[in-house]
């Protein structure tokens, strides 16, 4: 399977920046960071004003598989943009009373500093991260400033339909195993790390998932523990 073609889906989401905007939060309001202009002076930035850790967000409103995310560094006081990291959420983290500490999973971090007006562009690894909520954050007393944030990721995403076919197993080969999970919902976000499978299948007794790519209709037993889902 080919590589997915990517866009940006941070564009124009809504977003939010702590602890709180910086000086006029008219100003270095933190949309500032996705409303398509790339502009790196200061009132074309986002600003937040500075604590242990510094946050901005954006919530893409669905679910997406993320390949990469760049930040435009602003044009001066370039040097505070390093040792920041890429985090991913499923669901809002503000939610949980330990937020901003809490740490979702990790897309990228960069320890050295992004250049005057400079994109960097981070790219998750080892696998794409999969999630709702991007977040950029870092530590240490120091504003955090983004002048654009695009986060790169097929277009379509998570609206992606399987169709359940319940108490059948295949045998198709080869199967991945793709890990242990409680649900069949996380067998499906471990299929759709990668790019090239598009079959899963969940067994509802011990937590197996496999994935696949091609399933034969000669090669499909039934079995009562197991559930194949095929994407539609
Ligand atoms: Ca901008």
Redesign the pocket.
Known sequence: MEAPSLTNVALNKSTAQGPGTWSDPTLYKSD????????TEAM??THTSYANIMWWMVDLQAIYRIYRVAV?NRGSFEYRLQNFTIDVFMNDPRADPDFPGTLGNICAYRNIPVGVSQWAELTCDPRPSIGRFVRVVKTGYEHLTL??VKVFSPSIQFGRNFVRTPNTKSHTEPQHFLGVFSSPIYCALAMLQYTELNINQFNHLDGRCLGSITVSGKEISSDQSWSLYIED
């Open positions: 500032n960071a996705v409303d398509g202009i790339e502009k074309y930035c435009l002048c654009e």
